[in-house]
């Protein structure tokens, strides 16, 4: 039978993945995970400062004006509209069947559910799938790379900023509206961060460690990998020893930067 076009472009771009992701793996093969500490600390610094600043107190503003309802609307809005983008990561992670699921969940919240503010697709049982173009990469066998902390943007891997570009203009929200979503979610987020910042004994490292094992879990959908748990995620040989009594305290403090 012959084989459409698309598929052929589809094979091919699978192949070039793998090929990049081989050179990327033997490139990080021995590369720790925060290979850029000194600057990632700086730029953290930077965000946080940037975060008490102006982000805070604008999503606590937005908290007190806007109704539970209003903000849970707003939050379906945006969730709606990363759909069409986790539809097209499933489809090239080889998952047609949750592709068919977020295809059929996008048409019903914007028309029963009005563009998105509502959301009768989960009582009506259609599962809620979240995709992106960083995870697809690590499907295909990419490694997460080096992490980094991104001026204005926050935690990132070496994967996930290689694939931000095709991330930003596959979400609809990017183009302009992107400010109100940040907003949103950060108004959802003010009593945990704040109590994440309250209890972490090196927010740093919490959030970093937060971050990628998030990250890693995603890729798996959920799943562990195989000989790994939370407190084994990183190799600690590779860290240094400040970052180690960090890491130990966190442990037996609460546990809470690695959950």
Known sequence: MMRSPQRRTSKAARA????????????????????????????????????????????????????????????????????????LNDLLQGKPGRSGADLGRFAVNTTVGIVGLFDPATPMGIPHYEEDFGQTLGVWGLGPGPYFQVPFFGPYSGRDLAAFPLDFVSVPSAYGITVIDIINTRAAYLDEIAENRES??????????????????????????????????????????DELDAGEEEDTDSGASLD
């Open 16 to 87: 070039g993945a793998i090929c990049l992701a081989l050179s990327w793996s033997l490139a990080c093969a021995s590369t720790p995970p925060d290979p850029y500490q000194g600057f990632n600390k700086n730029v953290f610094a930077f965000n946080e400062g940037l975060d008490r600043i102006v982000l805070e107190p604008v999503a606590k503003g937005w908290d007190f004006v806007l109704p539970g309802f209003a903000k849970t609307g707003v939050g379906n809005f945006f969730d709606n509209l990363r759909m069409i983008r986790t539809m």
């Open 200 to 241: 972490a004994l090196d927010y740093y490292v919490f959030v970093r460690n937060a971050y990628l094992q998030n990250r890693q879990r995603r890729v798996m959908d959920g799943e562990e990998a195989a000989g790994d748990d939370d407190e084994d995620f990183y190799d600690l040989d590779e860290l240094d020893d």
